[in-house]
């Protein structure tokens, strides 16, 4: 790893989902961790085995640089977002990287950009599961998302392919000034990133990614 590469940082916002996080982390290959400099798995206080399961994967790969938060209360997701955000901005992190621990999204899709350095020109790199069309959402669903895409479009004057997907890239540039702070700890909170994105005339840009449902349960 040169010491000319920005220093990313991998963020996993876990809760109860101890049967996925395992495979999150296997994710993490070496073409991957040739760019990612740690990662940080903050458990929003789950009710099952999911703290242990990502300890033990740690202790059986200690080349995997794992570091297990556990928040004091459930902050819900927009809370872990923001205990990343400032555990990147306070370790000296160039860029931080969000990968949901539930196993839907899939790290390998911003690998090319990392090769490339391409997500280096923006502030927000954004995964969009709705930008080539995404296998085995109902038409319903994939509907409904595109009309609430279309809809913050037209009020961010910029096209939105995605609201909130399992995996986004932040640069810490932006997040130096806490502007996120003021948003809702809940689901919201991607909704009120990209707002606050626009708002503040951040670097956004979106690329596609592909999403698998197996075995998750909504949290």
């Not at 009710?47 to 790969?61: P, Q, S």
């Not at 196993?103 to 599961?129: K, M, T, V, W």
């Not at 609430?148 to 995996?167: C, M």
Request: overall charge neutral; glycine content about 6%; aromatic content about 14%.
């Amino acid at each position: 790893m040169s010491d000319l590469q920005p220093k990313i940082l991998a963020f996993i916002p876990a809760y109860n989902c101890a049967l996925q996080i395992p495979r999150v982390l296997a994710q993490f290959n070496e073409r991957i961790l040739a760019y990612v400099h740690e990662i940080i798995v903050v458990n929003n206080r789950s009710t099952d085995d999911t703290e242990a399961a990502a300890l033990a994967y740690a202790e059986k790969h200690p080349e995997v640089p794992i570091k297990i938060l556990r928040n004091r209360e459930n902050y819900g997701l927009g809370g872990s977002h923001k205990v990343a955000f400032h555990y990147a901005v306070a370790h000296g992190f160039d860029y931080v990287i969000v990968l949901h621990g539930d196993d839907q999204g899939h790290i390998e899709n911003i690998l090319p950009y990392l090769e490339s350095g391409a997500y280096r020109s923006y502030d927000c790199f954004l995964g969009a599961r709705f930008m080539k069309g995404l296998d085995g959402y109902s038409r319903f669903r994939t509907f409904g998302n595109c009309v609430y895409n279309l809809l913050f479009s037209a009020v961010v004057h910029q096209r939105i392919y995605d609201l909130g997907s399992g995996l986004n890239l932040y640069s810490t540039r932006m997040l130096k000034d806490n502007f996120f702070e003021k948003y809702k700890d809940n689901l919201m909170f991607n909704y009120c990133m990209i707002l606050g994105s626009a708002y503040h005339h951040h670097k956004m840009c979106f690329f596609p990614i592909r999403w698998s449902e197996s075995d998750q349960v909504s949290n």
